[in-house]
């Protein structure tokens, strides 16, 4: 398990983004790309060690405990180390108690803006969310079984947690505060819709072992070459637009990427980078990975997804294409 948009959120939030020692309370910043000044970064630091064998370390402590707000303390790289090099000195009790001064002296000295954390946190909490039920982790992976074999094809929990990630995006409660971030997730949730009931059109939903594959609807009992040649351009031309929809699918996730780092915050996702595409073997049995994104000009308008029937043309005008053109007659 590792710490969550959310309980980082309330975590700086309520620290106000300042050590928690009180001859420090230095104001912090994320990561160290911010600053030259090393000492200035600050660092989600556990209580309970995050490993049996770490400072402060309890076996006892479940392991989906570790990182949830309870157990953490923002500090200094400085106090960080001085606390977890005098474990004796800076127990759990200790920790916990100088954790919680420091949040009343924020509220008394600084002043808290509640509101804005509460929104905050609400946006952290369907990033979370969303990365979760989209399989952001293994974007590249679940992705290349739509790009790469020519039978689009995808696993049975992936397929599910799409169908969920729907209702749930349809369902969400937005607070308003920011415009941009909200249309990035609608457009989202617009490509998500087309691409999944697209793929499903022709989806074999009785499964295959481990994996559901697109249906070759071309394959006919009585040979008849008309209807054969018909039903083999359908079923190019619907390989191609759930391709398209996978890389406009890609593009919409970036988006919210670009946003939950303009306004959540900015070291979302930087270790991982974009979503990346991979799409092969082609002829040679080679492979090509790729990123796909949005021009700028796309990326300024609130809905970039123009709606399937637009999508049929419009997907010429983005980085990359595999097909072209609205569906055979």
């Not at 500090?75 to 200790?94: F, G, P, Y």
């Not at 997730?185 to 994996?211: A, I, K, P, S, Y």
């Not at 398209?244 to 946003?259: G, H």
Request: charged residues 30%; contains cysteine.
């Amino acid at each position: 398990m590792s710490i969550s948009l959310k309980t980082q959120k309330m975590l700086w939030g309520r620290a106000a983004a300042r050590c928690a020692f009180p001859e420090c309370r230095r104001a912090l910043v994320e990561d160290v790309t911010e600053t030259d000044d090393p000492t200035l970064v600050g660092e989600n630091c556990h209580i309970v060690a995050e490993k049996d064998d770490g400072p402060r370390g309890d076996p006892a402590m479940p392991v989906d405990d570790r990182d949830r707000y309870g157990n953490l303390i923002l500090l200094c790289n400085v106090h960080h180390k001085i606390i977890d090099d005098q474990v004796a000195s800076w127990t759990v009790e200790r920790l916990r108690q100088l954790k919680q001064d420091h949040e009343t002296w924020v509220e008394q000295s600084l002043g808290l803006d509640r509101v804005k954390l509460r929104d905050d946190t609400i946006y952290a909490d369907y990033v979370d969310e969303w990365a979760r039920l989209a399989h952001l982790d293994i974007w590249t992976g679940w992705s290349s079984f739509i790009l790469g074999s020519g039978q689009p094809r995808i696993r049975p929990e992936v397929d599910a947690d799409l169908e969920t990630l729907r209702r749930w995006l349809l369902g969400r409660i937005w607070p308003g505060r920011y415009p941009g971030l909200e249309h990035a997730f609608r457009n989202f949730q617009h490509v998500l819709q087309d691409f999944h009931e697209t793929l499903r059109e022709h989806l074999d939903c009785t499964g295959r072992g481990d994996m559901l594959f697109t249906q070759k609807f071309y394959q006919i009992e009585a040979w008849d070459p008309p209807r054969y040649a018909r039903l083999s351009n359908e079923y190019e031309f619907h390989v191609d637009i759930v391709s398209d929809l996978m890389l406009e699918l890609t593009r919409a996730a970036n988006l919210v990427c670009d946003f939950v780092r303009r306004d959540i915050s900015h070291a979302y996702r930087l270790k991982e980078g974009n979503l990346i595409v991979q799409r092969g073997p082609d002829m040679n049995f080679r492979f090509s990975e790729f990123v796909a994104r949005y021009s700028s000009d796309q990326a300024e308008q609130d809905m970039p997804y123009p709606g399937l029937p637009a999508f049929y043309e419009a997907r010429a005008e983005r980085d990359w294409t595999i097909g072209k053109g609205t569906p055979p007659e």
